[in-house]
């Protein structure tokens, strides 16, 4: 079976055609990144132009480069959930037009779901597994029961990892996007130079917190422009990065110790972080864990992953009509449309 998948919930236009959830044929992406970085951060409204202005073009080649006309496709899935409104509206609206005018069944998909999907491109792995997604809008703990059902046991409670990791970057005057920027010039700083604390939520010892440290980083800038004293980026994007790293891998081993999981997955585009993939790495052999990454090319936004889990939704029966909506947020446990 052959599915088309669509994605735009950011600032990527990505069209791809994958073979019964895991063999990909063709995967495309345009994005609008470069444009973002003049301003510091994702503008909503330049990203649903270009999304506009590229969805057409996208689709048609990643359509072409699988050596595929839509006689070919069994299934259009598109991310509606969740997102920048505007810019999920584009791929939604082309998708619903498309599946119309081709006679094809339309399969909604949830963003984050997608992304647990893009293991699924380069490995065997198969639910049940715990999933540590890290992406710029959510950092969750998810227990994976089966490809379309889900269970949060950990999440943020305020910033997620990316978003802590850009605008950390920011304040430092490192380009956008900050975790990529943090991640490499880390490599040559000491992470020991700078101390951060290891925010815990009272009560929730399965959450999340960043806030704190992002404040700690402002507060070190800060202070240190204040007294006139020289700061070490690399240094300070170093010690900050494995705060946040050791933030994520601890409370993924107490809940997968907690809950008895052998299987662990990352998932989303912090997932690509150098020091977060050797950290999980070691965890998860020091305690005999099996572990599966996304390839590098798979953790970023890509429409291959929405292919693959736009499989196993249809397979569970789940299709939408000329009546689906996009939305800015959804739960990836409770997905209505
Ligand atoms: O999954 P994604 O591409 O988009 C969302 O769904 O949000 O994730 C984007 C996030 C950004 O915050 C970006 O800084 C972060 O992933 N990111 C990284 C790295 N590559 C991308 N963070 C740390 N290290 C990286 N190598
Ligand atoms: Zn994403």
Redesign the pocket.
């Known amino acids: 079976m052959k599915i088309l998948g669509i994605e735009s ?2 600032d990527e236009t990505a069209a791809a055609v994958v073979e019964d959830g895991r063999i990909v044929k063709s995967n495309i992406i345009a994005s609008s990144l470069e444009e973002h970085k003049l301003y510091g951060g994702v503008v909503p409204e330049i990203a649903s132009r270009r999304h506009a202005e590229a969805i057409s073009g996208v689709v048609k080649e990643a359509l072409e480069q699988a050596g595929c006309t839509m006689d070919d496709i069994d299934a259009i899935a598109v991310t509606f959930a969740p ?1 920048l409104i505007g810019a999920l509206l584009v791929g939604v609206n082309f998708a619903k037009g498309l599946a119309a005018s081709a006679g094809k069944p339309l399969v909604p998909v949830h ?1 984050l779901r997608s ?1 647990i999907a893009s293991n699924y491109l380069t490995s065997d792995l198969e639910p049940p597994f715990l999933c540590l997604i890290v ?4 950092s969750h703990i998810v227990a994976v029961n089966s490809y379309t059902d889900y269970e949060i046991i950990g999440k943020t409670r305020d910033d ?1 990892a ?2 802590a ?2 605008k950390a970057g920011r304040t430092m005057g490192l380009p956008y ?4 920027s ?2 490499k010039i880390s490599k040559t700083g000491n992470s020991d130079a700078y101390a951060f604390p290891h925010p815990r939520v009272d009560g929730a010892p399965f959450d999340f917190s960043f806030s704190g440290l992002k404040t700690s980083v402002i507060n070190i800038v800060h202070n240190a422009k204040q007294k006139q004293e020289e700061i070490n980026i690399p240094d300070l994007a170093a010690s900050f990065q494995k705060n946040v790293v050791h933030c994520l891998i601890s409370n993924l081993e107490t809940v997968s110790e907690k809950f008895g999981y052998n299987k662990i997955v990352l998932a ?3 997932s ?3 020091l ?1 993939r050797s950290e999980s790495e070691r965890l998860c052999r020091k305690h005999g864990w099996k572990l599966y990454l996304p390839e590098l090319k798979y ?3 890509n429409a291959a992953m929405v292919a693959a889990q736009g499989y196993y939704e249809y397979l569970a029966g789940i299709t939408a009509d000329s009546s689906l909506n996009a939305y800015a947020t959804m739960p990836i446990d409770i997905v209505n449309f």
């Open positions: 919930s950011c997102g963003h992304h992406s710029g809008g959510h997620a990316g978003e990791l850009d996007p900050g975790g990529i943090i991640d989303g585009g912090v690509a972080n150098s977060l953790c970023g936004d």
